[in-house]
C-alpha cells in the first residue's frame, strides 16, 4: 500500500506559477508510474502529466511545455511545476500511482491504470 498527499495548490493570477508535490508514505514512490490529473467542475477527470519509473516522461497536448514533472526520491516525492498558468487551468488536481504493468503513454493517460490516488489540490487561476 501507498499514501499519497497532495500539497501546493492555491490561488493564483494568470501567468503566474504553482508547484504541486505529491509525496508518498507507505512505500518508496520510486518503484511507482506515477501521474497527475486534473479535474474542473462539470467535466470529467483529464491527465496532465505522467512519469514512468523508468523512461520518458509524457505530458498531455495541452501542457504546451507550461508544465514539468519531476521526482525528488530522497523525498519520497513526484512535483509538478507549472507555468504560464491559464484560468483555463483550474481544476483540483490529483496525483496517481500503479506499480503493476507497464508504461506505455497509451496505458498511462487512463486514469483506470491508477489504483492508488491522492485526495487532490485546489488550484484556481483568476484572469
Known amino acids: 500500500q501507498v499514501q499519497l498527499v497532495e500539497s501546493g495548490g492555491g490561488l493564483v493570477q494568470a501567468g503566474g506559477s504553482l508547484r504541486l508535490s505529491c509525496t508518498a508514505t507507505?512505500?518508496?514512490?520510486?518503484?511507482?508510474?506515477v501521474g497527475w490529473f486534473r479535474q474542473a467542475p462539470g467535466t470529467e477527470r483529464e491527465v496532465v502529466s505522467g512519469?514512468?519509473?523508468?523512461?520518458?516522461?509524457n505530458d498531455a497536448d495541452f501542457v504546451q511545455d507550461r508544465f514539468a514533472i519531476s521526482r525528488d526520491n530522497t523525498e519520497n516525492t513526484v512535483t509538478l511545476q507549472m507555468n504560464s498558468l491559464k484560468p483555463e487551468d483550474t481544476a483540483v488536481y490529483y496525483c496517481?500511482?500503479?506499480?503493476?504493468?507497464?508504461?506505455?503513454?497509451?496505458?498511462?493517460?487512463?486514469?483506470?491504470?491508477?489504483?492508488?490516488w491522492g485526495q487532490g489540490t485546489q488550484v484556481t487561476v483568476s484572469s
Open positions: 496517481a500511482a500503479y506499480s503493476e504493468g507497464t508504461w506505455p503513454w497509451s496505458v498511462a493517460r487512463e486514469e483506470n491504470a491508477y489504483n492508488y
Open positions: 507507505g512505500r518508496a514512490l520510486s518503484n511507482f508510474h
Open positions: 512519469i514512468p519509473r523508468t523512461g520518458m516522461i
